[in-house]
């Protein structure tokens, strides 16, 4: 092993110096390509090329369910720009203000259960509705200015 080790740091003197930067050279894209040939073969995706697989996987177009419009005749509200720190209690009792309100509900993310800063009132008659959304529009609560209008019914 000693000797074998010798022979090679002797190539390193001398006139065969060039022989040995080839060497080394060739040595060291062997070992590239072995990883990258390793690296495809142990890959958990099957795919050829790992870096896609760490990017987000892209789902399909898929068609969202339309809200459905009250049957009733009663009027679901969109109200937006809400603070996060605003609570379903304090939009109901904002609401309850220009009439009777049948629920209220802030939007939350599922995984840490935070308010995405809008939600929906839901007024069982339409003229309360109106005057509400018209009177609270522009209206600063908890520091933010609510926006408020009908929420659409998207097909």
Do not use: W
Request: charge should be positive.
């Amino acid at each position: 092993m000693e000797c074998c080790i010798n022979n090679v740091l002797g190539l390193f003197d001398g006139p065969t110096e060039c022989a040995a930067i080839c060497l080394a050279a060739t040595s060291f894209v062997a070992g590239v390509i072995v990883a990258v040939i390793l690296c495809k073969l142990m890959c958990r995706c099957g795919k050829k090329s790992c870096a896609s697989s760490s990017k987000k996987q892209e789902r399909p177009f898929e068609k969202r369910k339309p809200h459905p419009a009250p049957a009733d005749g009663s009027t679901e509200i969109y109200v937006g720009n809400l603070s996060y720190d605003m609570t379903e209690e304090q939009l109901r009792k904002e609401f309850e203000a220009f009439g009777k309100v049948n629920s209220a509900r802030i939007i939350t993310n599922r995984y840490n259960n935070k308010s995405k800063g809008f939600g929906f009132v839901h007024m069982p008659d339409k003229a309360e509705a109106q005057k509400a959304c018209q009177q609270l529009n522009d209206k600063e609560i908890c520091g933010r200015k609510m926006k408020c209008n009908e929420a659409k019914n998207l097909i």
